[in-house]
Nanobody
Framework: QVQLVESGGGLVQAGGSLRLSCAAS????????MGWFRQAPGKEREFVTA????????YYADSVKGRFTISRDNAKKTVYLQMNSLKPEDTAVYYC???????????????????WGQGTQVTVSS
């Protein structure tokens, strides 16, 4: 059974940084585009960023461009989300998702991906 397990969430002050990780198991990781999504209380899930299966292409939501960086280590089967200059509006549950050989643009959809993690809470205090 494929698993995606997020970690690294927590409570941070505005302006601070966090690095999230999403570790995959039972998955040929290098064949999958990976994405990060988030869902704040009372709001719909939204796309944050994605990276191609090769790591050569990335795609960011405008709201996080210049502050967040996605990366991946195919040997470790892990995708990372470095979040800097955090704002209270970044508070949400963050989820990773995997999609077989999808384009990063296709990862921008919030439904229809092959696998999802259970999420990790990020809370940014003002």
């Amino acid at each position: 059974q494929v698993q995606l397990v997020e970690s690294g969430g927590g409570l941070v002050q505005a302006g601070g940084s966090l690095r999230l990780s999403c570790a995959a198991s039972r998955l040929t990781f290098s064949n999958y585009a990976m994405g990060w999504f988030r869902q704040a209380p009372g709001k719909e899930r939204e796309f944050v960023t994605a990276i191609s299966w090769s790591g050569g292409n990335t795609y960011y939501a405008d709201s996080v461009k210049g502050r967040f960086t996605i990366s991946r280590d195919n040997a470790k089967k892990t995708v990372y989300l470095q979040m800097n200059s955090l704002k209270p509006e970044d508070t949400a549950v963050y989820y990773c998702a995997a999609d077989f050989r999808a384009t990063v643009q296709a990862m921008g959809a919030c439904i229809g991906h092959d696998y999802w993690g259970q999420g990790t809470q990020v809370t940014v205090s003002s």
